[in-house]
């Protein structure tokens, strides 16, 4: 059975102060990884999608790298508004087309 | 990047009747569809996949006659929730795969259905 577990479960950072969120999976055969991000009451925005191991890809303040165990979601200098839920999601190439199995997330509050 | 839409983004009703969900996408054709079901608190639960034409795949402990799933064409998807109890309550959240080239999901806005 596919699994992901992210960490920490919530995080608090002062604006400016960098971090990383984890994210570890276990799949049969991963087709990819997604990096979402949710705001309280709304669907979830896309962010990243990473297939491969040593793969990196960055959008502003955010940057997502995948190792074959692991993603990290690195935060530089945050402002209050990153603050959300931020949801990591694996496709694995023997579920049906699309599937993805999500983590439950990590509460990022950035405070001024 | 892609938009769907839903509508209604809530919706309060009475135990024991229906409520329809719609999902549209609007600048993409959606091959396929997702609906989850999110909980306070907690992550998104896949509740079924639907391709345009064809019959929904349910996950395993969601009932199909419950929650009836119709992909009618590439940019609508509509979920029924039939006999509605309390215990439906819950944050619905739809999304869609713009084709074959791509497999990123582009998700809605969710809708919040509160059963009294």
């Known amino acids: 059975e596919d699994q992901v577990t992210q960490s920490p479960e919530a995080l608090r950072l002062q604006e400016g102060e960098s971090s990383s969120l984890n994210c570890s999976y276990t799949v049969s055969g991963l087709r990819g990884l997604f990096w979402y991000r949710q705001d309280p009451g709304k669907g979830p925005e896309f962010l990243f999608t990473l297939y491969s191991a040593g793969e990196e890809k960055e959008k502003e303040r955010l940057k997502a790298t995948l190792t074959k165990k692991e993603s990290f979601l690195h935060i530089t200098a945050p402002k209050p508004e990153d603050s959300a839920t931020y949801l990591c999601a694996v496709q694995a190439g023997s579920t049906s087309y699309g599937k993805l199995t999500f983590g439950q997330g990590t509460i990022l509050t950035v405070h001024p | 990047g892609a938009v769907v839409s839903q509508h209604p983004s809530w919706v309060i009703c009475k135990s024991g009747t229906s409520v329809k969900i719609e999902c549209r996408s609007l600048?993409?054709?959606?091959?396929?569809m997702f609906w989850y079901r999110q909980f306070p608190k907690q992550s998104l639960m896949l509740m079924a996949t639907?391709?345009?034409?064809?019959?929904?795949?349910?996950e395993q402990g969601v009932e199909k006659d419950k929650f009836l799933i119709n992909h009618a064409s590439l940019t609508l998807s509509t979920l029924t929730v039939t006999s509605a109890h309390p215990e439906d309550s819950s944050f619905y959240i739809c999304?869609?795969?713009?084709?074959?080239?791509?497999?990123?999901?582009?998700f809605g806005p969710g809708t919040r259905l509160t059963v009294l």
């Open positions: 600048d993409f054709q959606a091959t396929t």
């Open positions: 639907s391709n345009e034409g064809s019959k929904a795949t349910y």
């Open positions: 999304s869609g795969i713009a084709g074959p080239s791509t497999d990123t999901q582009y």
